[in-house]
């Protein structure tokens, strides 16, 4: 970890990893790991294609010099009949967690057919009603007090596709949880796609972000995906997510931020499925590196 606190990592979606991604050439395990240590990540996400085995998971992790971050969930809490199942589903992904070493979770609503529809191009009339609302976060406290209880940290991440992707329904999301420990991961490349002002996101909520996730966006390619109302798969075939500082995101200024914040945590790189994940992966560490000295 550098000097001020903050740890550069990466996730396995760089490499192609998602059920979105079918045209996507994926390595085996060892070698993923193999490129994220050559590539001078301190770390990396715990993802869905990683071994079930989490000590053959934490003897690649050491061999390499590489850290668990966090893993991401998706649930639906927007129904309270779902309570109960997706806090039994989180307590044993973040049981797994813990195990690895790490006391992050990273949450995400469930992607909807409706809002896939309406990536990037939502509008008030595609929020969810006040009753959904409240029904979402009174599962979303009770899941991040449970974990607090045993040490954990629970980060919510804003995800297209799903019913917290603009800025209104960010401001919502922390207004309706305020009272709970739950945390903030957003994700540049995810902001940018839905139309928010990601720096204004970062310094708004600079005391309640817990983990980030640092993405570059395409101007040209995003303005092609909402003309043709192209999907999110579609979008990153496309490719949206660019090399850090090619793209859109005010990264300096962002940067800029969590440090005035004095933020101390896990900025995991991501670059969805890019052609060559290697010399892209190596590309955003030396970015980072070079401006930033991260």
Same mark, same amino acid.
């Given at each position: ?9 990466? #996730? %396995? ?9 079918? &045209? ?23 993802? +869905? ?19 668990? #971050?966090?893993? $991401? /969930?998706? *649930? ?25 070493? %790490? ?29 959904? &609302? ?21 980060? $919510?991440?804003? /995800? ?6 603009? #800025?209104?329904?960010?401001? @919502? ?6 009272? %709970? ?8 490349? /995810?902001?940018?796609?839905?139309? #928010? ?6 310094? @708004? +909520? ?6 980030? /996730? ?14 043709? @109302? ?15 500082? @090619? ?15 004095? +933020?101390?945590? &896990?900025?995991? *790189? ?7 994940? +290697? ?16």
């Amino acid at each position: 970890m550098v000097s001020d606190g903050i740890a550069v990592g990466t #996730a %396995s979606v760089n490499w192609g990893f998602d059920p979105l991604y079918t &045209w996507a050439r994926t390595p085996n395990f060892e070698r993923m790991l193999d490129e994220m240590a050559r590539a001078g990540y301190e770390g990396t996400e715990i993802s +869905y294609n990683f071994p079930d085995d989490t000590r053959r998971i934490s003897e690649e992790l050491h061999r390499r010099n590489l850290r668990p #971050a966090a893993t $991401f /969930h998706a *649930v639906n809490l927007r129904r309270r009949e779902n309570h109960a199942a997706m806090l039994e589903s989180t307590m044993h992904v973040a049981q797994r967690l813990h195990a690895l070493g %790490s006391n992050v979770l990273i949450l995400s609503d469930e992607v909807s057919r409706a809002r896939l529809a309406v990536a990037g191009r939502a509008g008030r009339q595609d929020e969810l009603d006040e009753d959904s &609302w409240q029904t979402m976060a009174d599962g979303l406290r009770r899941i991040a007090e449970a974990l607090a209880a045993s040490g954990m940290r629970v980060v $919510f991440h804003p /995800h297209v596709g799903t019913y917290v992707e603009t #800025a209104h329904e960010i401001e @919502r999301l922390c207004e309706l949880t305020d009272d %709970s420990p739950l945390g903030l991961c957003p994700d540049t490349g /995810h902001l940018a796609y839905a139309g #928010a002002d990601a720096l204004d996101i970062f310094s @708004r +909520y600079r005391e309640r972000i817990g983990y980030v /996730h640092l993405k570059d966006v395409a101007p040209k390619v995003l303005d092609r995906v909402r003309a043709e @109302r192209c999907d999110f798969a579609t979008a990153v075939r496309l490719g949206l997510f660019v090399e850090l500082g @090619r793209g859109s995101v005010p990264i300096a200024q962002i940067v800029g931020s969590l440090r005035d914040a004095r +933020y101390t945590g &896990w900025i995991i *790189v991501e670059q969805d499925a890019p052609r060559d994940p +290697y010399a892209s992966a190596k590309a955003n560490r030396d970015y980072l590196r070079g401006h930033f000295a991260l």
